[in-house]
Every structure is written in C-alpha cells, then in structure tokens.
C-alpha cells in the first residue's frame, strides 16, 4: 500500500490578508513542511479559476459574495473573486515547501464550473485527472490537510471515500471558513462516510 499527502489550496487568497482568507489558514503551514517528511509522495491541489469565473458573486450582477445561487449543476456559494490564474493570490504561500511535490494539480478552470474536490468537479460528474493519476501510481491511502475544511478538503476527502481510498483528514493542519455551521456539517458528513478524522 502506497500513500500520498495531500495538500489542499495552501494559497495566499484562503490566508489572512487574502481575498477568501480562512481565519489562521498560514498557521498550519509548517506543520504541513514538516508532515512531508512522512510521506513517499507529497501532492498540491491550486484552485485556479480564469477572471469572471461562474463561482465569483462580480460574475452574477446584484448578487454579493456568500450568497447560495442555483447554477445548472445544483446550488452554489457565491464567493469574492480568488485565486484567479496568474494572480499573487493564487499563488502558494511563500512558505509551503512546494519543491516537496510530485504532482501540482489545478481546479476551478472550467470557467462555467467550480471545483472544489480534487477529483471531481461540482457537477460531481467531471473528472480531473486525479483518480487515475493515483491509480496508476499504485497509491491508496491518502492524508489531507489544508483549505478549507469545510469545502475543498470536505470534498476531496468526501470523493476520495467514495472512490474507495483509505482517507484521513488531519484536523490540526486544516482550517475552515464555516458559513452557517458548515464546518460542523462537514466533520459529520465525513466521519458518516468513513473519512479518519485525526
Ligand atoms: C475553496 C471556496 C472557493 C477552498 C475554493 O479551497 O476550500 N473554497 N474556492
Ligand atoms: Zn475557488
């Protein structure tokens, strides 16, 4: 059995000063450096949405940002504009150890889609490449950590569960953003689909 540390979105837009900063998201960046060391195989998720993507509320004219929306593909958060390519903020913290990383993958590019799973994205349906990428290196156990706990971790791990991994999300090294309950929600849901929550 091979194992893989996931590192989800250490970006400079979800730490404090940025534009959907998760309350002490830098915090558990060196815990994060030094967990690597553990791991055979280290991999970085980047959120990486094109200007006037679907997920931003600047995109849908007198909505504001944290409203629920309906898109084709079911509802959706309407967030601050982020992580646009390109941009500082899209960018990894300057002090994430990314030279660590055998793979960095980026989501949310499909500007008519967001994503928050590493694997699928939020039409649930699909794919980024992730799964097979995994597959073919024999790797199937797999530790997340990162941002937020309550989405893009929430996510991955959720699909990740499903699509049959051993999965275990260290709560010390992840951080929420917790609109209305949802980082409650969130432990629940993957403790209820076998998600170790450490
Ligand atoms: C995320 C909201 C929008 C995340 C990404 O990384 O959890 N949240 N885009
Ligand atoms: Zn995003």
């Known amino acids: 059995m091979t194992s893989a540390l996931i590192v989800i979105d250490l970006q400079n837009d979800f730490c404090p000063g940025g534009a959907l900063a998760v309350p002490e998201?830098?915090?558990?960046?060196?815990?994060?450096?030094?967990?690597?060391?553990?791991?055979?195989?280290?991999i970085l998720t980047q959120d990486w949405h094109p200007s006037g993507h679907s997920s931003f509320a600047s995109s849908h004219p007198g909505t504001s940002a944290y409203e629920m929306t309906q898109m084709p593909y079911g509802p959706q958060v309407l967030w601050p504009d982020h992580c646009v390519q390109g941009s500082h903020g899209a960018e990894f913290h300057d002090a994430l150890n990314t030279a660590r990383a055998d793979l960095i993958l980026r989501k949310g590019f499909n500007p008519a889609i967001d994503s928050y799973s590493a694997f699928f994205e939020n039409d649930r349906t699909t794919p980024t490449g992730?799964?097979?990428y995994l597959q073919t290196r024999g790797i199937t156990e797999l530790t997340m950590v990162g941002l937020a706990t309550d989405f893009c971790v929430n996510y991955s791990a959720l699909d990740a569960a499903h699509l049959g991994y051993r999965v275990t999300v260290r709560r010390d090294l992840a951080r929420g953003i917790d609109l209305d309950g949802s980082l409650a929600a969130a432990e629940a849901g993957m403790a209820a689909a076998g998600v170790i929550l450490a």
């Open 25 to 42: 998201g830098d915090r558990i960046v060196p815990g994060i450096n030094a967990l690597m060391a553990e791991f055979p195989s280290v």
């Open 130 to 132: 992730l799964h097979g």
